[in-house]
Every structure is written in structure tokens, then in C-alpha cells.
């Protein structure tokens, strides 16, 4: 017997049908033996049908009625999946945030977790029972609903993992689990049986929008065990993983230490329309860099990469980094008012939009010699000029010409031996 | 200043832009130097969604998750007002039922109101706030939510406003008050500035619907005054009672003893679709009227007059009364399987369907002798014929046949002196 916190985000519960569909994963479940706590997600739509009423009732809303409002999509569906589950002869109840409770700070529309009450959870989980949780949302000390922000169900569901010390907890979203890189671009791309939480952290930092990044810290930080797996499978069916062998199907994130057989790098990921900028001739004194990434910082633009040479003779020096597209103008704009005002001292600014970001990687990086440099050959074997580089312990990115994206998706995959066996 | 409880229904909130308007009302009174308290019904449409769901979730669901997810509804009328007024210069916050709190029996899908405590409202009016309140709901002592059954909205505001002493509840609906008959059916129907607790109840009853039977008894039990009056006023306008003089538009429920021009009669009612059952020769003896309508109760058919001669000799009587005509075979079937088994002794069942219930209701009937033969007279006139008469203290209903329904209805607003003067 195991004790699994279930999550099914918008999609899985996006009508009465489909909350059906999800009952008959949970029924499994229980069946087996397992005991079993359910966090929902709002049906898909709602949550914007709900923030769509209240800008139109103000854009300067105080954002704890947007909490308020907003917090009743996961209440219509966690009560409607409780319903279906007793219907199923499951005995079932919904909790909302604050009857559980879930308390969180007072940061409305934001909120942090800070203590998740396990006891009733507890009992009713003891008593047989199936308690069904409103995500992405809880209770502040003043009493008031809180709501976490997108994707906060994903974060609901490992808090109250942690709290009621699952085994384990199956986040079963649209998707079958973490793929070594995207179908779409290299059909040899396979499923993942395992991830590290520090390679599933930064392949979603990378555009792989599986789970949100704050689920994978919490999960990482009190070790629950995350599944990423599909609602859509038959849940009825013998329950395989993705290499095959009986076992859970989808892609278990997880402590390091319990993927047995490390592969060097576990996906290859790509991000594009990225814009390149350069400070040449920088003035290099102390604070520069503040100063420069102050000014963007101040215009809310998120620069990606970054890359700072040291200078010849210490004076001058060049800054390069990577920022959205669409944030290109504004950032040049940016950069040239800091100069006009004397706060940096740069001799010009150039650069170009639609970069094209390649990444590797993997917890296996760190013990292996000679990782960056197979990939600078796999690039340049296909003659790829790599426009800028970063690293970082388990991750190695590289900017380069959107046209070579693909090309250079599908070569390191395969240098990397990430393709499947049998393509 | 006044204190006042302002309670806007589903049709009155249908949107951000009613939402809005509803709103304009309520700065009327905020600038006027009034301390306001709002209660608000999901928008109209957004409940029977909700029930929807829960029906396809399953038809035999348990109440508590029934009243979880239908609660829902008010909620977001709460936050979108407390933003709208918030945005119109009004400090506001909405509070849920259960955190008012709203203490309720655990009677769920249909609860009844046990105590509210007026600490936070009564603190945040004092603050200069308007606090908004969901309508319909309250908590268990459960923990639970709980929903007071259909048009509970203004049940809950009038127990708001007994809970915070308010000096009036006005009930902003999508009619201007209450008349003296259906408009439709006399062009000569006038509003009424006054009507007495015990009045509006019989017309509630009548098919008058403008108030919820139930909001009515506990006004009148905690001696709340309550107003009917119309959402879709123009909130700037000056406001004038319906007689023309300056004062609060719409209908004011009051104590008889507030009203202190009594009429004799404040209004007509009419209600159509009656059928009339005479049981014939039924063998007079103790129990027996309890015999025939459990007969009837066990089917869940609702028997509205009544009638029973006293029999000649004291061996046999005629018991005839009336059911919505929707009932009549189902009624008919189950007196004869009572017959069939012995239950009840009767020589046969005659009645037809078809008939119309026309009705005169006020307090001042019981101080006036004659008012009944009035009536009769009035009918006569007509050539209409009675075929059943009721009396309570403060109505008398007749039964007719349909096509004399508005007939009857006209000759009685005319003779009963509620003709509207400049008509």
C-alpha cells in the first residue's frame, strides 16, 4: 500500500465527462489498495472567464477580492469530483483551502505556502475516504483567501504531498511525461523513465512547460516524488512505464540519487526568438554589471544568458547578453538613456533579434570530462557557429542562428545518444 | 443616518455592467451619509450552470458537495462588487458566509439561518466600508458550507440586517415594487407604498412572487423593514415613493402599525391552473380528512383550499379541494387506490381542471364587516359564478371558471377602491 497525492490540472477536468475520466485513474488507485488525497485544478477556461470579469469590474482591483473570485473555479471542481467519486462508490468529500487548511502568506494573487495542516487529510485518508483539494489556493493569517498564481495547483498538489508524506505524487496533465527533447522536432525523441529534480528544474526553466518551476523546488526541497502522466491513457489499462517494464507510467521526477543508471545528459532542449545584445568598449570599473542589468531590470525586462569577457588591459571590455525578442527595442532604448544620463559608459551598442538558444542537460555533466567540448564538435560538424555560450554545473547553453535550431536539436540528441533505441 | 442593507439579485447582477449599475445605487446611499451593508445572488444563469454540473456529476449527489460547489456562484458577485465600489471611491471587501460568519444547521441544499455574528460588519461600517456578503449561504458547525435552497439570497439579507440592526433592507430587484393586482391583467394597478408583513405574505403565497415566502416570515419576525424597489432605476434620479412624494421608491414591508392609512384590501391575486377533486359521500368519522390528503401527501401532491361541509346526518360528507391541475390524474389515481384498500370510504370522485383562484388579501378585512358579501356582490354583478370559497383573517380566495379569471380580477380591484386615481 502506498499513499499518492493525485493532481489533475484544467484540461484533465475541463467538463463533467472528462472529471469522469480522471475518477477512473483515482478508482485504480484505490483499488489497488493505495490510500489517496486528489488536488483539482479549475475546469480549463474558467480561471480566465473569472480574471476576465474582474478586469473588466476594475483594472486596479485590490487583489485580494481577485483572490476571492478567482479561487471559486477549483471549489465548482473539486465538490464535482467528489460527487463523481462517491458516485463511483468512493467515499469522498472536497476541501477547500481554507478548510483544510492550507495557510499562506498574505501575498494575494502570489501567495506562498507556508504550513499545511495534514490532520484531517489524515484522518479521512485513514477512514477510507478520499479527500479532494482545491489547488492553487489557501488562507492567509487575516482570514482571507489567497490564491498562489498560474500554475499554482501544481505547487498545491507537493505541499500537501509533503504534508500527508506521499509516496508519491502524479501530476496527470495532457502530456505522457518528460520527453529527452520535443517530437515535433526530432521524432527520435524518447520518454523519460526518471529525472533529477536539478535536470527537470532547468529543463523547465527552458521552455519545456511540463510543471511549473515552483513545484519542482518544493518537491525537490522535501523530496516528494513527481510523476508527470497523461488522463488521458486508459485507466484501466495494465500500468507500464515508459521503457516499457510494469511500473508507473510517465516520467518520475526525483532525488538524484535514486536514478541508478545516470545517462551523461538527459534532454536536449531549445528556446527561440532570442535577442543578442552587445556593450562594446564597456567602461570596466566595479558595479558595471549592476548598473547595466539595473537599467533593464528597472524597465522589467528578464535577461537569459550573459556573458562578460575579462578586458586585455583591464580598462575597456565587452558585455553580451540574450533578451526576449520583444523586449529588444525596449532594452536598447534602455541602455542608450543610461549612457545619456552618465550611469554607464559604453562606446555603442549592437546586436539582433531571433537567436536561436540550444541547451543540454544533465546531473551526469558534472563528473564528466570532456561533455562541452563532444558538443562543440557535434555542432561544428554540421557546420553550426555557436554565437555565445554559457554554462552552468548540470547545464550547457549555446546561442546560435535560429535557421541551424532543429539541426542542432536533432545532432546533439544524437551525440548524446539520447535517440530511441529502436528509431 | 441611516443604516441599510442593500441586496441585489441574480438578474441585477447578471454582468460587470449591471454589476456596476447595482454599484451606482449603492454610492447613492454611501454619499447620502448611510452606513451600507451589500448582499449580493450569483449572477443570474451562473447557479443553474452550477446545479447542472452537479446533476451530470451524478443525480443522487451528496448535498455537502452540492452546496461547495453551488456557493461558488456568490462568491464572485461578492469580489466583483467589492472591486466595482472599490473603483467608485467606496472601500469595500466582500466576505463569505463563512466569514461573516453566517452560522447555519446542517440542513444542506435547504439550511436554515441559526445566528449571525455582526462583530466584522458592524466594525467595518463603522470604518466607513461597505462590506458585500454572498447571499444564499452560511457554514455548519460542520466546517462545512452550506446554501439556504433557492431565492435564499433574501432570506440572508434580511437575517443580515436583523444581525446588524439595520433600519431597512431594500430588496433592488427587477420590478419596482409591489402593486395592487398584475399590471398586465388591470391597467389600473398601482403600486403600493405600504404593505403590512401579513399582506405580502398571503401575496407571496398567491403567486405574487416578488418576494421569497421565507424572507418575509423572518422580516416579519425580527420586525426587519424590508423594500422592494427596482435595480433598474436610474441610480441619480430623485427619489420618490411610488405615491409621488419624496421618499424611498418601491414598496416598503412594514409592521401593520406603521401603515397608518389602512385600506381595507391591499391587493388581488390570481392564480390559474387549479383543479378541483370532490370526493362524494365519503363516510364521516374521525381521521378521516387525515386519511385522504396523507393519501395525497404520500405522492408529494401539494393541496392548496380546502372545504368540508358538515353533513347532514353525521354519516356522510363532500371533502372538495384543489391541486395544480398538473396533479389532478396523479390525485385522482391515488384516492382511488385508497379506496381500493380500504383506506378511505367514498362513493365516487368527481372534479375537473381548469380553474382560477382569485383573491383579495388585508389586514383591514378584519375590522370590516361586510367585506366578504362585498365581494360576493361584486361577482354577481359580473355573473360570475363561485364554485368554492376560502377565508383566512386577512384573505378570502373563490374558485371560478379560467375564462372569467380577469374578469373577476378587474370587478374586484374596482369595487375594493384600488383603482389607481387618474386612471
Chains 1, 2 share one sequence.
Not at 115 to 121: A, H, K, Q
Request: contains cysteine; negative net charge.
Amino acid at each position: 500500500m502506498a499513499r499518492i497525492v493525485m493532481k489533475f490540472g484544467g484540461t484533465s477536468v475541463a467538463n463533467v465527462e472528462r472529471i469522469r475520466q480522471a475518477a477512473r485513474h483515482v478508482k485504480r488507485e484505490v483499488d489497488a489498495g493505495n490510500q489517496v488525497t486528489v488536488v483539482v485544478s479549475a475546469m480549463s477556461g474558467k480561471t480566465n472567464e473569472l480574471v476576465g470579469w474582474v478586469n473588466e469590474s476594475s483594472p486596479l482591483h485590490d487583489a485580494r477580492e481577485y483572490d476571492a473570485v478567482v479561487a471559486s473555479g477549483e471549489q465548482i471542481t473539486a465538490g464535482l469530483m467528489a460527487i463523481v467519486l462517491s458516485d463511483m462508490g468512493i467515499p469522498s468529500r472536497s476541501f477547500q483551502g481554507w478548510q483544510v487548511p492550507i495557510h499562506t502568506d498574505d501575498s494575494h494573487g502570489a501567495a506562498r505556502i507556508v504550513d499545511i495542516d495534514p490532520t484531517e487529510l489524515d484522518k479521512r485518508m485513514a477512514d477510507g475516504m478520499v479527500p479532494v483539494v482545491t489547488g492553487f489556493q489557501g488562507i492567509a493569517k487575516s482570514g482571507r483567501v489567497t490564491t498562489l498564481g498560474r500554475g499554482g495547483s501544481d505547487t498545491s498538489a507537493v505541499a500537501v504531498a509533503a504534508a500527508v508524506k506521499a509516496d508519491r505524487c502524479d501530476i496527470y496533465t495532457d502530456v505522457d511525461g518528460v520527453y529527452t527533447t520535443d517530437p515535433r522536432i526530432d521524432p527520435k525523441a524518447h520518454r523519460l523513465n526518471k529525472i533529477a529534480f536539478e535536470e527537470m528544474l532547468e529543463m523547465a526553466s527552458l521552455g519545456a512547460k511540463v510543471l511549473m518551476i515552483r513545484s519542482v523546488e518544493m518537491a525537490m526541497a522535501h523530496k516528494v516524488r513527481l510523476v508527470v502522466r497523461s488522463t488521458f491513457d486508459d485507466p484501466e489499462a495494465p500500468q507500464v512505464a515508459p521503457d516499457g517494464s510494469p511500473g508507473v507510467p510517465g516520467t518520475l521526477v526525483c532525488d538524484e540519487d535514486e536514478i541508478m543508471e545516470k545517462t551523461i545528459v538527459s534532454g536536449v532542449t531549445l528556446a527561440r526568438a532570442e535577442a543578442k545584445i552587445t556593450l562594446r568598449d564597456v567602461k570596466d570599473k566595479p558595479g558595471v554589471a549592476a548598473a547595466v542589468f539595473g537599467a533593464l531590470a528597472d524597465e522589467s525586462i528578464v535577461v537569459d544568458m550573459i556573458v562578460q569577457n575579462i578586458s586585455d588591459d583591464g580598462s575597456v571590455t565587452d558585455i553580451t547578453f540574450t533578451v526576449p525578442d520583444s523586449e529588444y527595442d525596449k532594452s536598447v532604448k534602455a541602455l542608450e538613456a543610461a549612457r545619456a544620463s552618465g550611469a554607464i559608459e559604453y562606446a555603442r551598442v549592437t546586436g539582433s533579434k531571433g537567436g536561436a538558444k540550444v541547451s543540454v542537460v544533465g546531473v551526469g555533466m558534472r563528473n564528466h570530462a570532456g561533455v562541452a567540448a563532444w558538443r562543440f564538435k557535434a555542432l561544428a560538424d554540421k557546420g553550426i557557429n555557436i554565437q555565445l555560450i554559457t554554462t552552468s554545473e548540470i547545464k550547457t547553453s549555446v546561442l546560435i542562428d535560429d535557421e541551424y535550431a532543429e539541426l542542432a536539436v536533432r545532432a546533439l540528441h544524437t551525440y548524446y545518444g539520447l535517440d530511441r533505441r529502436d528509431a
